[in-house]
């Protein structure tokens, strides 16, 4: 090799980061043919009415960069949904920015708050874009379990946890993965036991829209003590089964949309043109979001039917798309081997828990993601049958 085409050797910047376990599980599934209930999307199309709304816009020529902040009919669109559901007014022009997705919504977030050797807090187990993006930003990760088996968050511990060098704490409610929904008591903890700080919050609620048996979404924004010191996230590709399109947007009060736009207008500046025209003219209904719930409940309770006759043990799914399972009635595998012996014997692929936990903790349990066609859920319920 000659030394002109020599790449130069790179100090990696995440040393212990290689191939995620849902890289991992969706190529064995594919390989194998598994019913694929690891990765979390759906498996089923949107409303033709979105695509159509989508088409429009391309069509009439709105095909070019929009303003930074996102189109302003979105903004608005979304302002009025919070106002109507949680009952906080945040202004179009300066408190609402729409993202690439949840997950470019989140690192800018934590890029603009959290300074070198600040430390932030995550609630274990948890989605894994939050750690690295801590780390990208010099941030210190301070990680706080929730309580095993009930997934419910422990207050003494974060309490514990909180320190002068805190600058903000990440919470996800409806939760991925155990699928834990927050009450309104353990957000008014949350207020009080932030109240006394300068701590901020980032609260993922990319799962706004899917809580069950008639219990409410407890917001941030409905907490003015939390609003206040919030970035709320949410994620319309996971609302109006677009996943792909990678859209989202970010809810804050003014100065800390200030601070939050300086970075997204230097790492994404706009967010497809098209698309966020097309989502304005269709959230002109509120019934596609209205409705979500009552879907998912239906399709939750379709697969825990089925699951209740294995001898695997159902865990409580008050929200989200997913259902967790306890493994231990089946085999003493560790969860990342059960997944794998799981989609190789029984060809259906799941998500071991252990791998939304830095430590890799195992408890026996495993994540499931039912947003799939029925037919795809019975197909993965007759195969699970025979465990
Ligand atoms: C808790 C949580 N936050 C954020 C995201 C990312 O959402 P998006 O696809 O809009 O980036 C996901 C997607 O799985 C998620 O589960």
Redesign the pocket.
Known sequence: MSTLDRTPPLQTKFPTIGTTIFTVMSALAAEKGAVNLGQ??PDFDCDPKLLDAVTDAMRKGLNQYPPMTGVPALREAVAAKIEALYGRKYDAATEITI????????ITAVLAIVKPGDEVIVLEP??D?YVPNIELAGGVVVRVPLTPGTFRPDFAKIGAAISPRTRAIIV?SP???SATVWTRAEMLRLQDLLAPTDIFVIS?E??EHMVFDGQLHQSAARFPGLAARSLI??????TYHV?GW???YVAAPAALTAEFRKVHQFNVFTVNTPMQFGLASYMASPEPYLQLSAFYQRKRDLFREGIARTRLKLLPSEG?YFQCVDISGVSDLKEADFCKWLTNEFGVAAIPMSALYVDGDDQGIVRFCFAKKDETLRSALDRLAKL
Do not use: E, L, M, R
């Open positions: 979390g999307f993202t690439a997705g949840a997950t470019q919504a989140i948890c989605y874009s996800n939760h991925n993965p993922d990319v799962y996230v949410s994620s319309f590709g996971k996943t990678k859209i989202g989200t």
